[in-house]
């Protein structure tokens, strides 16, 4: 055997731990029973390490470096993308890695508690430790301007903090000013949308529109879970979750996001299935599928002509609503605290608050214990309202008790991202309107499929949004696509 | 660190990589889309083969050795069980277990189209193959008296042909008269059992049942599998299937008898929790504890002087039946061709079919080519009735395919021994009876649980045996338990 032929053999095993951990996640997060816990998290804890053992054996390395020579085409691609990750492995010392890990299991009981009690101080000493380790993290793992710049490109290859603030500046000033009109012309009563609504009806209908759209059933399936989310182990074998609430459109376009996420890996290169080429290139990639089927496609008014009916044959109590006051209702636009609850236009501005902190924390421009009031003050300035107290401000998102310092950016990129590629979509395609209002939904998967789904992690992700849509990353087409929706729904 | 120690470190390992196989399998059998198959086959195959190299490794078998002098207790007894399974998984070299497995794959394909096609000539000499297997693995393994020796005492260890012989030879002549008197009397009439029964409805009153008898849905839980059974990879989490078909008590005892191997292992010792200790001590034993929920327990008449009312209430077309007349027509005795339709009185006669067969053909007394011609002789001599054709005769059961020569006898060994370790419980408690219809089952579970189920596998099964019934496995309970059941049921 050669030595590729012997690495690609040892990549499997570690695929194969992988994916047996991410089927124990889907269980736990699925029908496990409470009782599992403690195995689960003894079996998953020992996989992962045998998985990260193998990756980051010696064997493994100079296997790639002796492939090198031999390698061509996809292979060098295999080759690149596996150096980035085993560099990713292992530029953080064991034991950061360790301590890192403890300190999270604390952190995140801590975090618990401080936001049922409303007592950031309590949690404040913590998360300065965290972000300390986040410090050292971005040391060992190297970076040119920006100490953030190091911590972003886990999530997002080749993504700076200079991108994400150009980002962020683009669309501040277009999006408060949009959002301060909307506010300006009275609430929309969207309180028809609550209700008691039946959870096999709701399975039902959101079973039949992730269908439409094109995520297929033979090759993966919707259970429940308390935190939708999607995963998967194979081009086969993809998994979504959503859950019902009295709030009808969160299973809806819940649902509708996890199936972008999913469609994005059921269209994957089959030949690639099980290597690391195969799957989403980057958190901001994968999150612009999530958003364009949940927003583009989902929250069009076209969409709503074609399956309201079907809705309205579920539930008759929505029977009053015609496809344009539905399409209204459900693009309702409010400032609100919580930004797992925010609309498709104010979402922005809840990932702008968390980047300009977590940034300003990170260059010691602002202490942790100061945090509170920075958010607040951003709150009042970005969206017009403030927090009544820390749990429903500073102290709602998980991710920096976990360590997840430098991610949240990633969000917006999707956001701007779903816009950016589905005008390159229209520019081939024409107008996406007649394809959704009919249902004819292949035609507009297939050219995502064809453009996005198939490359995997073959180009890292700058270049494929080059290469897709002709320039890098850019807010025109998003806020274009904001205004003209958001002019029309509220007659601006 | 001490080699004990150590060893149980590798153990761990061995452990989280068998569980994570028995996980992809579950959900193999109850959720995974067709999509999945050829990803979950090679993820089980990776696995599997970490969890043997691990095992049978050098350096495992040292810590073993190393362990010896250390070791008292428990932890001797674990050594012992764990000598025992590395010499069953290193004594058939590799290259014979890769053969038997390629040659398996192809025999399984023959088998269901032999089946389908009612051709056994076509599928007699793969199966004949699998015989001359059955033989070298047999000497690989070491016997004294008999070759089939060898092959059973993998599924239940210390057990001999002689033992299958001697139990047979014992329940053969009174099981094959009790079932001619009864056929005798004339059929029962059992068609109010069959009918479109909901099956949300059916999902309920079998859930009730299994949570009555002790089965804690806080550690486990039942789904819906085509072929069901009963797995599990911690003290906390141990999973159940049933399936709903239009024989009503299909699933009412089908979920009674997993739940029963289901207990079992819930019932373990919480400290030996993913050790080699953990867990049922051999198929025999597991299977006396099933037949035992299913058959002592849930076929009695008191069981259902105490359940037939809240039957009835899901099931009001039930309502003509009282628990007499309801628990005559669940025990309906009828000789058929089928073993996994089997009632329980006729079911040894169907297992000893298969025993003297399979002995037969292994020492050379009987050709593969002759096979049906001796089937049905036998089903003729000892159940009464011929099979039309040998998709229903000799090609119905699956084993001899997979190479599971030796296996069948532990079917009867379990019918043996729920009757004989229930004698041992009615010696201390009293009789069950009066336990059963108060619905009052804590008693009967927790006598089980101490006198076996939280022995593991600390002792062999023979030890068990004697250890909890003061006897070998012998025919006399089960033997005088069904006599005086079904002479009262048929008013012999």
Chains 1, 2 share one sequence.
Not at 111 to 126: D, I, L, M, Q, Y
Not at 158 to 177: C, H, S
Not at 199 to 206: A, D, L, R, V
Not at 249 to 274: N, V
């Amino acid at each position: 055997m050669t030595a590729l032929e012997t690495l690609k053999q040892r990549l499997a095993d570690v695929n194969a731990l992988n994916c047996a951990t991410a089927i124990l996640d889907w269980d736990q997060q699925t029908y496990m029973p409470k009782g599992g816990a403690e195995a689960r998290a003894e079996h998953v804890s020992i996989l992962s390490r045998m998985a990260h053992e193998i990756f980051t054996s010696e064997e493994v390395s100079k296997l790639v470096e002796s492939s090198k020579g031999e390698a061509t085409g996809d292979d060098e691609a295999m080759l690149r993308v596996v150096t980035r990750d085993i560099s990713l492995a292992t530029k953080i010392p064991t034991a950061l890695v360790a301590k890192k890990s403890r300190l999270a299991a604390i952190a995140h009981e801590e975090w618990v508690k401080a936001r049922a009690e409303n007592n950031f101080t309590g949690f404040a000493s913590t998360l300065e430790t965290m972000f300390d380790i986040a410090r050292e993290e971005a040391e060992y793992l190297g970076y040119k301007d920006s100490i953030y710049d190091a911590l972003l490109d886990q999530y997002e290859e080749g993504a700076t903090a200079a991108d994400a603030k150009a980002m962020f500046e683009a669309v501040k000033g277009p999006q408060v000013a949009l959002v301060k009109a909307i506010v300006d012309k009275g609430p929309v009563d969207d309180s028809k949308l609550y209700g008691e609504w039946s959870i096999p009806k709701q399975k039902e209908f959101t079973e039949k529109i992730v269908k439409a759209i094109g995520f297929d059933f033979d090759r993966g399936r919707q259970d429940t879970a308390p935190h939708p989310f999607c995963t998967g182990w194979s081009h086969g074998d993809i998994r979504l979750t959503t859950r019902y609430l009295p709030y009808l459109p969160s299973a809806i376009f819940g649902s509708l996001h996890e199936a972008g996420h999913g469609m994005y890996e059921q269209g994957g290169t089959k030949a690639w299935d099980r290597t690391p080429l195969y799957g989403g290139v980057s958190l901001g990639v994968h999150e612009s599928q999530s958003r364009t089927w949940e927003n583009i496609v989902g929250r069009s008014e076209a969409f709503w002509r074609h399956f309201l009916p079907d809705l309205q044959a579920l539930f008759p109590e929505l029977s009053d609503f015609t496809p344009r006051s539905f399409y209204k209702t459900i693009n309702k636009v409010e400032p609100s605290l919580i930004r797992v609850e925010a609309d498709e236009l104010t979402y922005n501005l809840h990932v702008l608050v968390r980047f300009e902190i977590e940034l300003d924390v990170l260059t010691n421009k602002l202490a942790v214990k100061d945090m509170p009031e920075a958010w607040n003050a951003k709150y009042k300035e970005y969206l017009g309202i403030t927090p009544p107290n820390d749990s429903k401000g500073c102290l709602q998102d998980v991710h920096w008790s976990m360590g997840s310092i430098g991610y949240f950016p990633t969000y917006s990129m999707g956001n701007l991202l779903s816009y950016q590629f589905w005008g390159a979509l229209e520019s081939e395609l024409g107008s996406a309107e007649s394809y959704i209002e009919k249902g004819d939904f292949a035609p507009l998967l297939g050219w995502l499929q064809r453009n996005i789904y198939s490359k995997g992690r073959k180009f890292a992700p700058k270049d494929l949004v080059k290469q897709v849509t002709g320039k890098p990353i850019g807010a025109a087409d998003y806020l274009a696509g904001l205004e003209k929706k958001y002019k029309d729904i509220y007659d601006l």
